[in-house]
């Protein structure tokens, strides 16, 4: 008899404390949830203000290569010294240097602020994935291309090609070239959470900056 007694208030005990068990359980993958949709979004508005940022300076960097790109200077060979006195001025407005090259394949190098206007120059360097100056060319519109290591700096860079229009094709390409420390510099200024982590990576997936 009193086993059974015992074994009825064991029950009772159980069936009293297992609904606020399920209760406390549902509480807590509920808030879970909540904690990780949250988390979710926010991680989400840091991405979109990173992306937000970098292509803002991508953007304004496309900008000063359409207005060179743009310029009667590019018309006249005997100007391009002219052409590339502006083109010294864009690399110290944005901090990347300018090339001026020809459309054509090879895409042979006609100036570069990163040396003198009358240093030889070689053909621009075909990177392994998507170059940015060969995409300008086959588009007809701005592009930005994958890491490519610079032939002067032997340093990773990312370039930023435009097309230069003349006559409804496209003549020439108007690049700049960023070193990848600049896009970490900016990632470096965000504020994130702790423990969180958020990588910039180019077409075939190479990290470009990481935070």
């Known amino acids: 008899m009193n086993f059974t007694l015992r074994a009825f208030v064991t029950r009772l005990i159980w069936l009293c404390i297992l609904p606020l068990l399920l209760l406390a359980a549902w509480l807590a993958i509920d808030s879970a949830q909540q904690q990780q949709a949250a988390s979710m979004v926010a991680a989400r508005h840091v991405a979109e203000n990173m ?17 060179l790109a743009l310029s009667p200077l590019v018309d006249d060979p ?10 010294l001025g864009y690399e110290q407005s944005f901090g990347s240097h300018v090339i001026f090259a020809t459309a054509a394949t090879p895409m042979q190098m006609l100036f570069n602020t990163r040396v003198s206007y009358d240093a030889k120059l070689l053909p621009l360097p075909q990177p392994e994935g998507r170059g940015a100056a060969p995409y300008a060319v086959a588009t007809a519109q701005p592009a930005v291309g994958d890491i490519v290591i610079g032939p002067f700096s032997a340093s990773p860079l990312v370039a930023v090609a435009v097309p230069v229009m003349r006559q409804g094709r496209v003549a020439y390409v108007m690049l700049t070239t960023i070193g990848i420390e600049q896009f970490q510099e900016r990632f470096d200024q965000f504020k994130m959470p702790a423990k969180w982590a958020i990588s910039l990576v180019d077409g075939r997936g190479q990290r470009i900056a990481r935070r």
């Open 51 to 67: 992306a937000t940022s970098i292509s803002n300076r991508l953007s304004a960097r496309i900008k000063g290569l359409s207005i």
């Open 78 to 87: 005997r100007r391009w010294p002219e052409l590339y006195r502006e083109a």
